[in-house]
């Protein structure tokens, strides 16, 4: 008998947690309409034709809910841009992975680079090519772990 109630818990806490699961890498919705890479654990989400989308807080929700899809047509636009998931790109050109909310950014060629703070980006506009270059390798290599 306890065997059976340990494998009911356990698909039950499996179910719970792929419930949650949300479009746009967990970020914030609303944040990402206006340019913010805010991650949540998705327990604040909506749902919108079939997928889920999350939110920090319930005002963001709310925010959302005047518009839905005008804020998921603006959060995708800028989450299509946003590289190495908003880590800082200068900490990761050091083999850091330094989570951003990416208010500190910086559009270059179509894609948008976040920063930690105004020293990073300031290390980065000294050389973005080698910057770019050293944080993609070792952004690469930490997602394959």
């Known amino acids: 008998m306890k065997i059976a109630q340990l494998i009911i818990a356990s698909a039950f806490a ?14 914030c919705t609303t944040g ?18 079939g997928k889920t989308y999350c939110f920090g807080n319930e005002e963001a929700k709310e925010m959302y809910m ?3 899809q005008g804020v998921v047509d603006k959060a995708t636009k800028f989450y299509s ?5 908003g880590h800082c790109t200068t900490g990761l050109s050091m083999g850091k992975l330094i989570a951003t909310d990416c208010s500190i950014q910086v559009s270059r ?5 976040c920063f ?8 980065y506009m000294q050389q973005p090519k080698t910057i770019i270059k050293k944080a993609t390798a070792f952004y690469n290599s930490e997602m394959k772990k």
């Open 66 to 68: 005047k518009d839905p």
């Open 109 to 113: 060629g179509g894609k948008v680079y």
């Open 116 to 123: 930690g703070n105004e020293e990073a980006k300031e290390m």
């Open 81 to 85: 841009k946003v590289q190495f998931g």
């Open 32 to 49: 990402l309409s206006m340019g913010k890479t805010i991650a949540t654990d998705c327990s604040i989400n909506a749902e919108l034709d």
């Open 14 to 27: 499996l179910t719970a947690n792929f419930a949650y699961a949300g479009e746009l890498g967990d970020f």
